[in-house]
């Protein structure tokens, strides 16, 4: 477990202590507003601030003791063992060598006393103006809890005041957990663990001390350890004097067994769902982009700038002119039909947890391990918004064939010495023929796929196909990242070659891709004015 010395070096507590000490320095008076019990290693960070910046002595004065009677700088002095006899103003009390390095730092003034602490305050600060000095000593003043607001103004004045409050942000806490060793892991309930655990506790230092040694199944789902907490004492109501509430990202936000002991069940729940929301509202709609990637190729039939997706919500039409707006329960339609199991699997637990957040409701535990499990089986089968972001940089070239059928890819491809994946052979491999009719999306994705693995490892590989439009060379094209390269390798033959040595192939298609790879070769030529495509021309060669 990490000590308070580490705490104090995150930004919002350290720039607190920097600030009181900046004053200090400027000002020779601080008052610094702060809850009680004061925060933990609080006095101790700006003891070892004042002494490491300034080389000042801190001396604490308990102002309890003091009686109205008694006069507040002859008490001052004799606190470091200074006669009074020696000092009868604020100007000797101000000049005496032997303080010229001490900071007292007062606290538990009475409200009582609240009014002579004031005039002595502003008499230091008026006579520091009056004969500027470089030396102390210095007064660091906590202002007491308690007092009315005219009371505290009595005691301050006109003098800045420092309030601890709003200081410690997420980013903070995430820092400090972070450092204390504890390493958040790749599935989605540790990671929810981990934010549960930092959204719960808030800026509370010592229920995050308690709940990080909670086993992940606490941390996942808190309110169980937290009800043990809340009846092991009797807590106050929660206030910000009294230690109990704080802003935490700009939301008043009260210790969460302090909450429960008062009945605020509801503010907890509702930080356990804002953890939530906050680790996996990215990861679905990652995995929403990443099916809508994979298979644009099917949704772009149902939704474009031509023949826009219309739907209808309540008395509202939305037109839907581009795939990427598709939510869940359009993703589960469209494809029902064409995703994996294990993908309807997904999107139908992803829709109900999504619906389930946006109507602030927190999800229940086992609910959380099924939508990791879901993740889990998908996630490296998904379209990434970088393509090849993993992939070695070894100089792999992904080659394309781009002409019609019988004219010589396959019998390139073969003398290669490089892995192939072929369209035809897939054709086979998965409907037994080369002339099953039907949508081809389902080739071209296994196809894909196969190639993305091969050019992962480093490996060239050629993808042979036909590539006769624009649409498929472009979207095989692209998933190589383009400091990597893509050859075009183009080829054709007469057509009454063509013809003879069709095979298996139905004699139409010959001719129909014969006009067809006529039409697109001027783009072909052009690598399809993608930046990391070169072409390889065969017909010059033949």
Sequence with gaps: MRNDTDWWTLPGPAGFVGRVVSDVSNTGVVVAECPRPLPGGLLEAID????????????????????????????????????????????????????????FVIDEIRPDMATAWGYLLRAIAEERRRQPTT?????????????????????????????????VSSIDVNAWVAASGIRVGSGITERLAIATLIEVAAWSKDLLEVGMVWDTEAQLSPLASLRVLAGSRSWPFPSWENGLVDIWDDVPVPHAAAALAHGFNAEVERRIWAAQCRVLLPIFDAARRGLIG?????????????????KQFRNKVFNYTTPWRFEWYEIGTILSGVMTRDEVGLVDA????????????????????QLSEWWEAVAESLTS?????????????????????????????????????STDDLRI????????????????????ARANSILRNGSDVV????????????????????????????????????????????????????????????????GDNLTHVTVLDTRLTD
């Design 48 to 103: 070892r601030r004042l002494a490491d910046e300034l080389a000042l002595e801190t001396v604490r004065f308990n102002a309890s003791r003091l009686l109205p009677q008694q006069s507040i700088i002859h008490e001052l002095a004799l606190s470091k063992n200074i006669g009074g006899a020696t000092i009868g103003t604020v100007g000797d009390f101000l000049d005496d060598p032997d303080l010229a390095n001490v900071t």
């Design 463 to 526: 993808l042979d196909a036909a590539h006769l439009y624009q649409p498929d060379r472009i979207r095989n094209a692209t998933m190589v990242p383009r400091d990597l390269t893509v050859t075009y390798v183009i080829f054709d033959r007469k057509l009454e070659e063509k013809i003879s040595s069709r095979g298996d192939r139905r004699p139409s298609l010959v001719e129909e891709h014969h006009n067809t790879f006529l039409d697109s070769i001027a783009d072909c030529l052009k």
């Design 429 to 448: 491999e998965l409907h037994g023929s080369l002339t099953e009719a039907g949508d081809q999306g389902p080739i071209f994705r296994v196809a894909r």
């Design 294 to 310: 994979k298979y644009l190729d099917e949704l772009d039939k149902h939704a474009s700038p031509s023949r826009p997706y219309v």
């Design 350 to 369: 992803f829709g109900r947890a999504r619906n389930f957040l946006a109507h602030a409701r927190a999800i229940d535990a086992f609910a959380l391990h």
């Design 135 to 167: 030396s102390g000593p210095y007064l660091i003043v906590l202002l007491p809890i308690g007092l009315r607001r005219q009371n505290a103004n009595q005691l301050t004045g006109t003098l800045a005041v420092r309030k601890w409050q709003g200081l």
């Design 385 to 421: 918004p970088v393509p090849g972001w993993d992939w070695p940089r070894a100089g792999q070239c992904l080659s394309m064939t781009v002409g019609p059928a019988a004219s010589g890819k396959s019998k390139w491809a073969a003398v290669q010495n490089i892995p192939v994946v």
